[in-house]
């Protein structure tokens, strides 16, 4: 069985998510998979904004460390 274009078909949806002005999740936060994946859905001062609130509520970094609020 040959390995799946996990990079070309992330780049495919992800794009037609910006788009259509999509999200990327409907979580609660982002995970590391779809962490990349976040400017294309989310401005860099949303971004900015989200690590402020993170580094607020959990200014040591113990909750799920790598993700983002």
């Known amino acids: ?3 799946q274009p996990k990079e070309a078909i ?4 992800y794009t037609n998510v910006r788009r ?8 609660h936060g982002i ?3 779809k962490k990349p994946w976040l400017p294309h859905t989310r401005s860099e001062a949303e971004i900015e904004l ?3 609130i993170e ?7 113990l909750l ?3 993700k983002v609020l």
């Open 1 to 3: 069985m040959s390995p």
């Open 10 to 13: 992330n780049e495919i949806v």
């Open 64 to 66: 799920n460390p790598g």
């Open 31 to 33: 995970g590391l998979t």
């Open 50 to 52: 989200m690590r402020r």
């Open 55 to 61: 580094q607020a509520l959990d200014p040591d970094g």
């Open 20 to 27: 259509f002005g999509g999200t990327i999740s409907a979580e």
